[in-house]
């Protein structure tokens, strides 16, 4: 019998509350755990594992390149770097891009834009970033500060200043903050997933970059979560009706190996110097590799697929018994349930699928390509479980 748990909770740090699950290998969208249970997995290591576990094509790309070599540092060049870059920029319209290996450092990268900008266009008072309440930007010191939601705020200050909170979906509330405090960005999540999968409206993404517009500011959208693919389009914010000058991703981007962008369109695309920013990892060649065979996989075929899943998901569960709401884009979904959601995971865990929670509602993010029988039988469990 394994002693995992028990070593884990004896030596690992105590900050995550974990579920009572082992999993010791996967294929596509089945996941073994330690007992051998088998699983249909509907979350993908929050939304990383793009294609599922395992897959084929992904392990062909990430150890072809380990076989040439592991890391070389940014006092090189690197081709899996360079053709990332390429491709993410040909898809997206950025004209350059800043490799890092997580979210938070993705954003901490456009945080830093959005300040160098300003300072270089606007003027060194100009620090000030919107961002929104119930967002959520990560763990470090500054995207804590600039996630929009107290609980984050407490025990590990002082913080940085420059941060203040609009509500989602009111444009006159992000324009008070325009009004009231010298302001260089916005920063937001077209889907805010942690806070429980609440799609933004079009009309108040699109009213936010007309005030960007009017008072010189960056717009800048994260999309760790939401991008390369998971919402139907290669990144979210296709869908609003907009071009960002900035975009930040990660999660999904590796496929589940680290790593993290931050896109910088026209308007930034040299506020970066050599010397003004940097990371040891970021860019690594494995890694980098890996995102590549990703996106290149991430066509209008496989997007097509992507959002006929998300269709089915919807119609299934919707107006179903037990089932409040259902939020989302694409593989990105969340569902609102009329019992305690936390009873519900437990029973979908008990019968043999793995959704995760966001906030109070269950949360959704499959592989991509989940087959769909897979997904059918899943979808027939929450609603069963959340029926009961
Ligand atoms: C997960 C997430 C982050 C943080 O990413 P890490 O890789 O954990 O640092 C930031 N923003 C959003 C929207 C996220 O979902």
Same mark, same amino acid.
């Given at each position: 019998?394994?002693?995992t748990?028990?070593?884990?909770?004896?030596y690992?740090?105590?900050?995550?509350?974990?579920?009572?699950?082992?999993?010791?290998?996967?294929?596509?969208?089945?996941?073994?755990?330690?007992? $051998?249970?088998? +699983?249909?997995?509907?979350? &993908?290591g929050?939304?990383?594992?793009?294609?599922? +576990?395992?897959?084929?094509?992904?392990?062909?790309? #990430?150890?072809?390149?380990?076989?040439?070599?592991?890391?070389?540092?940014?006092? +090189? +060049?690197?081709?899996?770097?360079?053709?990332?870059?390429?491709?993410?920029?040909?898809?997206?319209?950025?004209?350059?891009v800043?490799?890092?290996?997580?979210?938070?450092?993705?954003?901490?990268? %456009?945080?830093?834009v959005?300040?160098?900008?300003?300072?270089?266009?606007?003027?060194?008072?100009?620090?000030?970033?919107?961002?929104?309440?119930?967002?959520?930007?990560?763990?470090?010191?500054?995207?804590?500060?600039? &996630?929009?939601?107290?609980?984050?705020?407490?025990?590990?200050?002082?913080?940085?200043?420059? @941060?203040?909170?609009?509500?989602?979906?009111?444009?006159?509330?992000?324009?008070?903050?325009?009004?009231?405090y !010298?302001? =260089?960005?916005?920063?937001?999540?077209?889907?805010?997933?942690?806070?429980g999968?609440?799609?933004?409206?079009?009309?108040? #993404?699109? $009213? #936010?970059?007309?005030?960007?517009?009017?008072?010189?500011?960056?717009?800048?959208?994260?999309?760790?979560?939401?991008?390369?693919?998971?919402t139907?389009?290669?990144?979210?914010?296709?869908?609003?009706?907009?071009? !960002?000058?900035?975009?930040?991703? %990660?999660?999904?981007?590796?496929?589940?190996?680290?790593?993290g %962008?931050?896109?910088?369109?026209?308007? #930034?695309?040299? &506020?970066?110097?050599?010397?003004?920013?940097?990371? &040891?990892?970021?860019?690594?060649?494995?890694?980098?590799?890996?995102?590549?065979?990703?996106?290149?996989?991430?066509?209008e075929?496989?997007?097509?697929?992507?959002?006929?899943?998300?269709?089915?998901? @919807?119609?299934?569960?919707?107006?179903? *018994?037990?089932?409040?709401?259902?939020?989302?884009?694409?593989?990105?979904?969340?569902?609102?349930?009329?019992?305690?959601?936390?009873?519900?995971?437990?029973? =979908?865990?008990?019968?043999?699928?793995?959704?995760?929670?966001?906030?109070? *509602?269950?949360?959704?993010?499959p %592989?991509?390509?989940?087959?769909?029988?897979?997904?059918?039988?899943?979808?027939?469990?929450?609603?069963?479980?959340?029926?009961?």
């Amino acid at each position: 019998m394994s002693n995992t748990k028990e070593l884990d909770k004896k030596y690992v740090a105590n900050t995550y509350a974990r579920f009572d699950i082992e999993p010791v290998s996967g294929r596509g969208s089945r996941v073994f755990d330690e007992c $051998g249970k088998e +699983y249909i997995d509907l979350s &993908t290591g929050i939304a990383v594992n793009t294609f599922g +576990y395992c897959d084929e094509e992904w392990i062909k790309a #990430v150890t072809e390149q380990m076989n040439k070599f592991q890391h070389t540092s940014n006092l +090189y +060049y690197s081709a899996p770097c360079a053709r990332l870059a390429e491709l993410l920029c040909k898809r997206t319209g950025a004209k350059k891009v800043f490799f890092g290996n997580s979210g938070a450092e993705a954003n901490e990268c %456009a945080i830093k834009v959005a300040r160098k900008w300003a300072q270089d266009t606007k003027g060194e008072g100009d620090y000030y970033i919107i961002t929104l309440k119930n967002s959520f930007h990560g763990r470090t010191v500054t995207t804590l500060k600039a &996630t929009g939601q107290d609980v984050f705020h407490k025990d590990f200050g002082p913080f940085p200043e420059g @941060f203040v909170y609009a509500d989602s979906d009111s444009v006159d509330s992000v324009r008070e903050l325009c009004e009231k405090y !010298p302001c =260089c960005a916005v920063l937001m999540e077209p889907v805010q997933g942690e806070g429980g999968v609440v799609p933004l409206s079009v009309e108040f #993404v699109k $009213g #936010v970059k007309k005030l960007c517009d009017e008072f010189g500011m960056l717009l800048m959208v994260d999309e760790v979560q939401t991008g390369n693919g998971r919402t139907g389009t290669l990144y979210a914010y296709e869908q609003f009706g907009i071009t !960002p000058d900035v975009v930040t991703t %990660a999660k999904g981007l590796g496929g589940g190996l680290p790593i993290g %962008a931050c896109m910088l369109f026209e308007r #930034v695309e040299n &506020t970066l110097g050599a010397g003004s920013h940097g990371s &040891t990892f970021g860019g690594n060649p494995i890694a980098a590799a890996g995102a590549l065979n990703i996106i290149s996989r991430i066509d209008e075929n496989l997007l097509a697929g992507v959002r006929e899943r998300s269709k089915y998901i @919807f119609s299934a569960l919707e107006g179903k *018994k037990g089932i409040k709401s259902v939020t989302g884009l694409g593989l990105m979904i969340g569902i609102e349930t009329e019992r305690d959601s936390s009873l519900v995971l437990a029973e =979908c865990i008990e019968r043999g699928i793995l959704p995760i929670k966001a906030k109070s *509602k269950i949360r959704l993010l499959p %592989a991509l390509n989940i087959p769909m029988d897979d997904l059918k039988r899943a979808v027939e469990i929450i609603a069963e479980c959340a029926g009961a």
